[in-house]
């Protein structure tokens, strides 16, 4: 792996780290345009943000391999669960994950000038994380736009890693893929805390690996079973990721988190 040392890379992520405003914001617009003014498809717009993630990808020095793409089928849904390390997990899934999917975000996002525009034109799903009524009936409103056809992709650990170890599974959004009731698709990111640890905003640039695991049906689970759920599906993420990745036993866990 590449060196943040190495002048060649620092300026590789230093000018990934400063496209990305300009990138984005020439994305967003193009995407309005292409719905709102060539009334094209809203899954044909998906050509955006894609392009988006793979250009900064590039640009940043991260090769993306994905394992396992045999295992979706293009014509279904599915909710995506990953453990979540790096900035580089949302480069990586947009540029290269190769299905139809829409990111779910919360609903303040919405109301930023071209960007939330940019959002609603692709179908990116709004969701409440406050408490109470609302944040349940975003979460009903979210389940439905998944049952209908929306692919999403959770990160159930709620947040990026500080050490890049797979870290518990919250059950909310567990709660999200059972009232969906599509199959759950397990995916393992593996290197890209590496690239870009956590607290870090320049790439070290290297190689990342998307291992694709196989679709799990939820069918037989049911709200009482959001736990259990959790459980069975950070196992089956576990089971993509490589040793560096690993959960840490309890007691190295705390002494991590007690260091950081």
């Known amino acids: 792996m590449s060196s943040i040392s190495s002048p060649i890379q620092f300026l590789r992520g230093l000018l990934a780290l400063l496209t990305i405003p300009p990138l984005t914001a020439a994305v967003c617009l193009s995407a309005v345009a292409d719905v709102r003014c060539f009334r094209r498809s809203k899954a044909k717009a998906q050509q955006f943000p894609c392009f988006w993630g793979r250009l900064l990808c590039r640009i940043a020095n991260i090769q993306v391999r994905v394992e396992g793409r045999e295992q979706l089928d293009p014509a279904k849904t599915y909710i995506f669960i990953g453990n ?7 480069l990586a899934f947009q540029g290269y994950i190769g299905h139809d999917f829409r ?61 890049g170890h797979l870290q518990p599974f919250k059950t909310g959004a567990i709660m999200l893929a059972l009232k969906a009731g599509v199959e759950v698709v397990p995916v393992g990111f593996n290197g890209t805390h590496q690239v870009i640890p956590k ?26 079973d959001k736990q259990e759920l959790a459980t069975l599906l950070q196992q089956r993420v576990a089971a993509l990721l490589d040793t ?17």
């Open 103 to 163: 990111w779910i975000a919360k609903k303040e996002l919405f109301a930023i000038p071209i960007f939330g525009s940019a959002m609603q034109s692709v179908d990116f799903i709004p969701i409440d994380r406050s408490h109470g009524r609302g944040a349940m009936k975003s979460l009903l409103a979210a389940a439905e736009r998944i049952a209908h056809g929306s692919s999403v992709i959770l990160f159930p650990e709620g947040t990026r890693s500080f050490d």
């Open 199 to 224: 607290g870090k905003l320049l790439s070290r640039g290297g190689e990342v690996v998307l291992r694709i695991g196989t679709p799990l049906s939820v069918s037989n689970f049911n709200a009482k």
């Open 244 to 260: 560096c990745h690993l959960p840490l036993p309890e007691p190295e866990q705390q002494a991590a988190e007690n260091k950081s």
């Open 84 to 90: 979540h390390a790096s900035m580089a997990d949302i």
